[in-house]
């Protein structure tokens, strides 16, 4: 089945679907989203599918929930909480005994900003993410809704940044975050990883992750992350609102499936069809009914392999879960008892136990989800318990007296089912996909996985045929011969103190769907992924004030010149006269420039790329991502009412400056590469003068 992006319900095909939160439970999703300004209800929605949504009615409605924010709901301390921020000011937290409801209200405000987001920690207590200036906060909450222990995560957008989403996924927390104004068409998701959901989170080397200021859908935002249908792969559910002549429309929702190489997490944008979430390999929603009674167990007729993913909700003290059923001498059996997990595994030998502590109460109904695979993850309501050996394949089931709901498997684990589904193109293509993944081992520096590429083939898809770029972040230290779809190409390495750096391959003309080959003919090509980039003009912005052949930035504001053209490396110059020095004026080259956006208030330097300038009299080079971060520096004797001429060259990583034709700065940088413009930069009020036109390479 296919789908295409953006979405809506049925049943409500205009209305507004902001901040959309999905959260699945025994087999279903239920969809929540703000209610717009003068609506007192909170609206949910349920699917089976993260595709066709149909409306339940209103969770909750009462006079206080006018223009309700984020409105999110989670499982714990044996009940449904639902937590909101009504206009923005503060949060109410709700309860309830089923994910659509009805909610009564638990507390009056208690305040912490806005769009709260819960999240259930191996501990089974309940946890707060916010929306913050200075980034995500987070803070314990106990049954009553009281909130303690707050604290900040170092993971922000450079401005506000809101709409906080975490989960676990085989040995790391994934923290999504966005900003930093919904309106701005540089409304975008980031991420961040870490070992612990409450700190230590590093910012993902791909950011933003999504992020769209050309042609098609922009103002991307405010998401949630779910599993699929299919147990195995995870989708992220996000917004975006477009414009007309008579201002913004509606949000709509998308549905993007993730990605992931160790600490890497990449999606792409898509509006066009797309291979739809799959099933799993079993799935029932009445185990009493759908599965077969042998001796003293219930059980499956279809077995797993050795590798699997298993989802059941339970209930029932002494109940056991069973997995790898051969015979009834020779199964493996997770027993719910008070306070522990009973993991026995039955060889035909004898019986060998471990016991597991755990704190969630199984008098009531939990998700238990099993990912068995190399080594093996049990997770209660997707909260990490405990990482186990190896599990047999065999058929699954149940032992003992207690209440069993959806349960399902699927033959794959830990994203080993992304082969079924073709590359979404433009975007990123890991080492963990393709052919001979397998081979693919994680670095222990950055913890993405990497491979040496010998042949590989990747399945696409993309919007239209047409020119796209492809670019490899590798490491190689000999000239590599490689084809690409029969395209003969030869790398020559760039000397750097880094292993891995961003080579651009070539352009290559793509068909709307069909295969990527790339195979090595010569040397040693380890690479982490490749980046694919659509060549596609922008459209030219001039923020600068022309004055007889200078340009002289503006004083209210930062001005910016981009050219239309995109290129895969940059060869650019410029005269300048810097009328008079002073240490809070930058200006200078701006290279590998792209998304740009700077309609409303965010954070400044709004858009991707590099700068090469001045600030003051020191010579830099910056990394441009919605802020500003300095790669490199050096002092200069450069002297003001003088012209000056800068040149910067970027290939293959590589930065080299030049000022007045010395050559002073040399640096290379360990990023993605991408297809940008070049341009100018002055901040507002720059005692600086630019020679125009610029000059490309």
Not at 105 to 110: G, P, Q, W
Not at 281 to 301: A, I, N, R, W
Not at 549 to 574: A, C, M, R
């Amino acid at each position: 089945m296919k789908y295409r992006n953006p979405l809506v319900s049925i049943d409500h095909p205009t209305a507004h679907y902001g901040d959309p939160f999905v959260f699945r439970y025994q087999g279903s999703y239920y969809l929540y989203v703000s209610t717009p300004d003068g609506a007192t209800n909170i609206r949910v929605y349920r699917s089976d599918d993260l595709v066709n949504w149909n409306y339940l009615g209103d969770a909750v409605k009462e006079p206080l929930l006018e223009a309700a924010y984020a409105p999110e709901i989670i499982y714990a301390y044996n009940r449904f909480y639902l937590i909101t921020s009504p206009k923005g000011n503060g949060h109410y937290i709700y309860v309830g005994d089923l994910p659509e409801g009805p909610y009564i209200r638990l507390t009056d405000n208690i305040n912490s900003m806005i769009d709260g987001s819960f999240f259930v920690g191996s501990d089974a207590k309940l946890h707060l993410l916010r929306a913050d200036h200075a980034g995500i906060g987070l803070l314990d909450v106990d049954e009553s809704g009281h909130l303690t222990n707050r604290r900040n995560l170092d993971t922000h957008l450079n401005a506000w940044t809101e709409g906080p989403s975490l989960f676990y996924r085989n040995g790391y927390y994934y923290l999504t975050y966005c900003g930093n104004h919904l309106l701005s068409k540089g409304y975008r998701i980031a991420y961040a990883t870490s070992t612990r959901f409450d700190g230590e989170f590093v910012e993902g080397d791909n950011n933003p992750l999504l992020i769209n200021t050309g042609e098609g859908y922009t103002r991307l935002g405010h998401n949630s992350v779910t599993l699929g249908p299919d147990l195995d792969g995870f989708y992220v559910i996000y917004h975006t609102m477009e414009q007309d002549t008579l201002g913004f429309l509606p949000r709509k929702f998308m549905v993007e499936r993730l990605q992931f190489s160790g600490r890497l997490m990449h999606a792409s944008v898509s509006s066009f069809e797309i291979e739809a979430p799959h099933r799993p390999y079993f799935e029932t929603h009445v185990p009493m009914l759908s599965l077969k009674s042998v001796d003293k167990f219930l059980l499956t007729e279809e077995a797993t392999e050795s590798r699997f993913t298993l989802e059941t909700s339970i209930k029932g003290i002494g109940a056991s879960l069973i997995m790898g059923y051969i015979d009834s001498s020779h199964y493996h059996e997770i027993e719910l008892a008070e306070h522990v997990l009973k993991i026995t595994k039955h060889d035909g030998h004898g019986s060998f136990t471990s016991i597991v502590p755990c704190p969630f109460d199984f008098t009531h109904f939990h998700t238990i989800r099993l990912i068995a695979d190399e080594k093996s993850e049990l997770l209660i309501d997707n909260a990490l318990i405990a990482t186990l050996d190896k599990f047999n394949a065999g058929r699954i089931g149940f032992k003992g007296i207690g209440s069993y709901g959806y349960t399902a498997f699927t033959n794959h684990a830990n994203g080993s089912s992304d082969a079924e589904y073709p590359c979404v193109l433009p975007g990123i293509i890991d080492a963990r996909h393709g052919r001979n993944a397998s081979e693919a081992i994680i670095d222990s520096v950055d913890e993405i996985y990497h491979r040496e590429l010998t042949t590989t083939t990747y399945d696409y898809v993309t919007a239209h045929g047409g020119k796209f770029a492809l670019f490899a972040y590798a490491h190689i230290n000999k000239d590599v011969a490689l084809t690409v779809n029969g395209q003969a190409i030869t790398i020559k390495p760039t000397i750097s103190e880094y292993n891995y750096l961003p080579y651009f391959l070539g352009y290559f003309d793509l068909a709307t769907s069909g295969t990527l080959s790339i195979e090595t003919l010569k040397g040693n090509f380890d690479f982490k992924y490749f980046t694919i980039d659509e060549v596609r003009p922008y459209k030219l912005k001039d923020l600068f004030i022309h004055d007889n052949g200078w340009l002289i930035p503006k004083g209210n504001h930062d001005s910016y010149l981009l050219e239309e053209e995109l290129h895969s490396s940059h060869d650019v110059e410029l005269e300048f006269v810097i009328d008079a020095i002073r240490p809070n004026d930058v200006f200078g080259l701006l290279l590998e420039t792209r998304e740009y956006s700077n309609e409303y208030p965010q954070a400044r330097f709004p858009l991707l790329g590099y700068l090469v300038g001045f600030e003051g009299s020191l010579l830099v080079v910056d990394r441009l991502h919605y802020g500003r971060l300095r790669i490199y520096d050096r002092p200069t004797g450069i002297k003001d009412g003088e012209i000056h001429r800068i040149r910067a060259t970027l290939s293959n990583g590589k930065i080299e400056v030049y000022l007045d034709g010395t050559l002073l700065i040399v640096t290379t940088i360990s990023a993605p590469g991408h297809l940008g413009g070049g341009g100018l930069y002055a901040s507002y009020g720059s005692a600086v003068r630019l020679r125009h036109p610029l000059k490309q390479g």
